[in-house]
Each structure stands twice: as C-alpha cells, then as structure tokens.
C-alpha cells in the first residue's frame, strides 16, 4: 500500500484491506523519506520508536518527576524492541502508540497553559493514533475521560468552559477523518 501510494495510487483502488487508511500513508513517508527497502522502512521504525520514547518522558516528567519520565521511556524501548510485540516488523501498534504519546505530550502542555489549541491538538493524535490502528479507539476513550476528569478537578468549576474545551478535544478526534 505505502508503495502504491507513492506512485500516486489511491488507496483501496488496486488493493484491499480492512484497516483504515493511516498505517499505509505512514509506510509511504518512511518509504518516501528513507527509500523504499526494508531498511528504509526499519530505519524510520527506530527513528519513530526514540520519538516515542522522547515524547513519554517529556510528558511524563510533567505528570510525575524526570525518573518516572525515564524509566516509562527505557521500557517503552525495551518493550517495544522485543520480539512479543513485533519489535522488528514496524507494526501499526508501534506507529498508534507514538500518536498516543504525542497525545500525551500535548496534553502535558494543555496543562500547562490550558489553551484550546493544545486541546484540539490532544484529540487530533488521538484520532490519528486511531488511523493507525482501530483498537486505538479505546486510548480515545480513556483520553476523554481523562481530559474530564483534569477538566473537573480544576477549581472553580466552569460547566460552559469544560463544555467548550471537552468539545474542541472531540472536534480534534475526528478532524483526521
């Protein structure tokens, strides 16, 4: 699919599958940027796996302290390497599960300046780790609930404004289809 795509092809047009559309346009960049080998496609792999690994603990370290940070991103990488979670077949999880830690680490920001950019943002990878993967769709539901939950513990408690800001995430969770 990434390599039909890069010569034009629209997806689904000369070949079929039940996955939506994300997985195969991210082969195609890493395909497009790294060439078109198994190597090129190993090497954005990595690449992609120490952004994940960079982006748990940028967000992590705003959540809880620089160690937590660092463990969570050693075992992401450890984990993510191994051979029970096709560490080496840059597999759509890996490629979901980097738009669920950008989702995190826009929300570590949203945190912190609670604009409703940074909240739309946290939807939109959110939805793009959904294009990557569809049993991403329940990080789409804990996200939610957890960006309530956040929204509730702020004090005082505006229901307009957690409405606004609960609506602008949802909005970004479907801005990718």
């Not at 620089?66 to 979670?85: E, K």
């Given at each position: 699919f990434g390599h039909l795509i890069l010569n034009g092809i629209t997806p689904y047009t000369e070949a079929y599958n039940m996955k939506l559309t994300g997985i195969y346009y991210m082969y195609s960049l890493l395909m497009g940027i790294f060439g078109e080998t198994?190597?090129?496609?190993?090497t954005g792999f990595v690449l992609m796996n120490a952004g994940t690994m960079l982006l748990l603990y940028l967000s992590l370290r705003?959540?809880?302290?620089?160690?937590?940070?660092?463990?969570?991103?050693?075992?992401?990488?450890?984990?993510?390497?191994?051979?029970?979670?096709l560490g080496f077949a840059a597999h759509a999880t890996h490629f979901s599960m980097f738009y669920v830690a950008l989702s995190m680490f826009f929300f570590s920001?949203?945190?912190?300046?609670?604009?409703l950019l940074f909240a739309l943002l946290t939807g939109v990878m959110l939805g793009m780790s959904f294009l990557m993967k569809q049993q991403a769709v329940y990080f789409i539901l804990f996200g939610g609930i957890v960006f309530l939950i956040f929204e509730f513990l702020e004090k005082p408690i505006s229901i307009p404004k957690i409405a606004l800001k609960t609506a602008v995430f949802s909005v970004g969770v479907f801005i990718p289809y």
């Open positions: 198994y190597k090129g496609i190993h705003h959540f809880f302290n620089p160690l937590t940070g660092i463990l969570t991103a050693g075992f992401y990488g450890l984990m993510g390497m191994s051979m029970n979670v920001k949203y945190e912190q300046k609670r604009t």
